[in-house]
């Protein structure tokens, strides 16, 4: 089954930028779509974008909207997420997940990585 393991998580303060990546085990994350949630301390998982398998699409939670990119290279395979314009609310752990569609829901999902911090502080 497919691994995936997140990476380049830290710390940021508001305003700046990082960029997060997900590494996944073997070819076939090519074949799926690919997703980044995001849990903070005492809330629900959030979704925060989705990229469709052949990366022609993607589509974005409303708080990210506009400051956050998904991008995905299907011969390292690797997935990215570049945060720009960082705030606080930002703070959460993030997770990537791949599933069979680009969909919001995170029961959508199949296979999920461990994920990693990013803190905004200043």
């Known amino acids: 089954q497919l691994r995936l393991v997140e990476s380049g998580g830290g710390l940021v303060q508001p305003g700046g930028s990082l960029k997060l990546s997900c590494q996944a085990s073997?070819?076939?994350?090519?074949?799926?779509?690919m997703a980044w949630f995001r849990q903070a301390p005492g809330k629900e998982r959030e979704f925060v974008g989705t990229?469709?398998?052949?990366?022609?699409?993607?589509y974005y939670a409303e708080p990210v909207r506009n400051r956050f990119t998904i991008s995905r290279d299907n011969v390292k395979n690797t997935l990215y997420l570049q945060m720009n314009s960082v705030i606080v609310e930002d703070t959460a752990v993030y997770y990537c997940?791949?599933?069979?569609?680009?969909?919001?829901?995170?029961?959508?999902?199949?296979?999920w990585g461990r994920g990693t911090q990013v803190t905004v502080s200043s």
């Open positions: 997940a791949a599933g069979s569609q680009a969909v919001v829901e995170a029961t959508g999902y199949d296979i």
């Open positions: 073997d070819g076939s994350f090519s074949t799926y779509a």
């Open positions: 990229i469709w398998a052949t990366a022609k699409a993607t």
